[in-house]
């Protein structure tokens, strides 16, 4: 079972994504569980701060080293074998690749950063690695950290209803997923393409890969350069 741990100060921003559709039946299905850990539940701080002004000066506050250090201290005292992810504008982007290679890890802790970030000794200690969903800036983590986890337990043995579906998904052989279509036939003069409609499978599969090949050659012309089928 994959456990995601999420270091946090808003609880609430990330358990609700749990509480339906594929990943709630993930959790019930022992598949995948939750686990949530509150700087602010570690830190010294008399009056029970977890952030503190930029030294050297700069807009905003940073989350503190001393709360961080001790959080990620016991998550790692409880399971030896957690992977720690920052979600962090620095990152490299997080791609499909990751989420299949990150699906075979026994937890994966994400530390969610907010206000300005992180002080950077956390990340140095601590990150096994950072990644970036965009290149935007959010106001915390914890989008990121779900966005990350919904994409790994796709690639979860299990997870998706149809395991058949994985092979066909977006990004598979650097392409696009093919258009897909489902009734009725006509649409306000608007049509299936009639290969579709007769039944040969090996044909309609080779259409789908030739329509995959258009559809990134024309939407992701970047993605389309870098993948092995021209």
Known sequence: ???????????NLISPYFEDSIL??????????IEFYNPRDYTTNKHNKVDDYQAGGGAGLLLGVQPLFDTLKEIKKRNPNAHFVFPAPAGKTFVQADAKRLAKKEQIVFVNGRYEG?????????ADEVFSIGDYVLTGGELA?????DA???NINGVLGNEDSLSEESF???LLEAPS???PVIFENKSIP?????????????????MAKLKTKYFRPDLYARSCIK
């Open 181 to 183: 279509f489902t009734k």
């Open 194 to 210: 009639s290969e579709f409609l007769k039944g040969n499978h090996a044909k309609i599969s080779n259409l789908k890969n030739e």
């Open 152 to 154: 790994i337990s796709r």
């Open 145 to 149: 950290s779900c966005v990350m986890s």
């Open 118 to 126: 992180i002080d950077e000794r956390v990340v140095e200690s601590w």
């Open 24 to 33: 709630k039946r993930a959790i019930e299905k022992k598949l995948i569980s």
């Open 1 to 11: 079972m994959m456990k995601f741990v999420y270091v946090t100060l808003f609880e």
């Open 172 to 174: 598979e052989d650097m």
